[in-house]
């Protein structure tokens, strides 16, 4: 099919697609949204806005969008696909829908609460995939921020069965034995949701792919978060060569064990080792002796 009867698709797929409505607008955020038919009566303009959401982020927003640009620059994205988010308080700021990255800014940025209905507040509508964005939230609490990307390959990969198997001891960084591949469901669904929260936990990782889709990538940060996203995409270029080559040799188990103790111990100082397992801190990295000590 050519991209222009793709395009041409668009519009009745999104006009029957429930899902993509977005979080419960509030504020100015409903203004700019400009519903046609509003079935309540706009909030008055003197509603204050929760504590956390009137803080404007400011180094928060420019880091999104500076990292939203630079996706597409370095190749791991394309056009308005993707998108990034970073929680903040009791809530994430997260990169509008269907922005071009080049021309946004940090006031286009949504701020959606993790309470309640998940209303967002200031910005544009928040992208098609704020569900997601959400649960994993609210499933992990160590997330800090997240990162979805159609990288060509990573997202090639996830249009056949497996994921990202242990061909390759750096599958260890999402901290796992693989980067599975969650089941696909059409984007912005609950569903789809579900089944990223399903694969990330399920496998103890920070990333998968996510079936004939694209990339998702948790971590402490968007700056982290982007260059984990970066090497998923090396993974799975590496695995698309290595298979055109021939029948691809994964690591066992026990050998993915000691991998995962070994990278835990990465710029770690001994002093860090102590609350670590017996099995960690015989498989840690031990660099050579110190010449200046
Ligand atoms: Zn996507």
């Not at 959401?53 to 640009?69: N, T």
């Not at 064990?257 to 860090?272: C, F, S």
Request: proline letters at 9%.
């Amino acid at each position: 099919m050519s991209r222009r009867q793709v395009l041409r698709l668009i519009p009745p797929l999104l006009a029957a697609a429930h899902a993509l409505v977005p979080p419960t607008a509030s504020l100015d955020a409903a203004s700019l949204a400009a519903p046609p038919a509003p079935r309540k009566p706009p909030p008055a303009p003197s509603k204050p806005l929760p504590s956390v959401f009137s803080l404007p982020a400011p180094s928060l927003r420019a880091s999104l969008v500076s990292a939203a640009q630079s996706m597409n620059a370095s190749g791991l994205n394309h056009g308005t696909a993707g998108n990034l988010s970073a929680r903040h308080g009791d809530g994430f700021l997260i990169t509008p829908s269907g922005v071009p990255y080049a021309t946004m800014g940090g006031g286009d940025v949504a701020a959606v609460d993790l309470r309640g209905e998940s209303s967002y507040y200031g910005g544009l509508p928040p992208s098609s995939e704020w569900r997601f964005h959400r649960d994993v939230y609210l499933n992990f609490p160590e997330a800090g921020a997240i990162v979805h990307t159609h990288s060509p390959y990573a997202s090639a990969l996830s249009c056949v069965s497996g994921g990202i198997p242990p061909f390759h001891y750096y599958v260890a960084l999402f901290g796992g034995k693989c980067v599975p591949r969650a089941a696909y469901a059409t984007f912005g669904s609950q569903e789809l949701s579900d089944n990223i929260v399903a694969a990330l936990r399920e496998h103890g990782v920070c990333a998968c792919l996510m079936g004939n889709h694209g990339v998702v990538v948790v971590a402490a940060s968007v700056e982290k978060a982007l260059a984990l996203a970066g090497e998923v995409e090396n993974l799975a270029r590496m695995l698309s060569i290595a298979r055109g080559f021939g029948e691809v040799q994964v690591m066992s188990d026990e050998e993915m064990e000691v991998v995962l103790a070994k990278v835990k111990t990465y710029g770690k100082k001994d002093v860090d080792l102590g609350c670590m397992c017996e099995f960690d801190r015989k498989h840690r990295i031990v660099p050579p002796p110190r010449g200046d000590a």
